[in-house]
């Protein structure tokens, strides 16, 4: 949804941010703005939510590359569940 609205703004700011941006009008500069402000708070959020790690977690993560056995997924099951169509 759009809606056009009269601001009051700084130009040498928009200016700044359009060069900083990679924008050519006031109105995708502003935009491009307002949606890096969401992505940052949304990446911000997401890392937030992220529990802490360590070795041990990433050891059993890694687990299956070194095993001798296939690892419980791979790629061609998934090729062959998807190719072969509903039994």
Same mark, same amino acid.
Not at 16 to 28: F, N, V, Y
Not at 69 to 84: F, H, I, K, M, V
């Given at each position: ?22 924008? @050519? ?6 935009? =491009? ?6 992505? #940052? %708070?949304? %990446? ?5 939510? %992220?529990? =802490?790690?360590?070795? @041990?977690?990433?050891?059993?993560? #890694?687990?299956? #590359?070194?095993?001798?056995? %296939?690892?419980?997924? @791979?790629? @061609? ?11």
């Amino acid at each position: 949804m759009r809606k056009h609205t009269t601001i009051d703004i700084d130009v040498d700011l928009v200016r700044q941010a359009g060069a900083a941006l990679g924008t @050519s009008t006031m109105t995708e500069t502003v935009h =491009a703005a307002l949606s890096e402000a969401v992505r #940052r %708070r949304t %990446r911000r959020a997401i890392a937030d939510l %992220r529990p =802490a790690l360590d070795l @041990s977690d990433l050891d059993a993560m #890694r687990a299956h #590359r070194f095993a001798e056995d %296939r690892a419980p997924y @791979s790629a @061609s099951d998934a090729d062959r569940a998807t190719s072969s169509g509903p039994e």
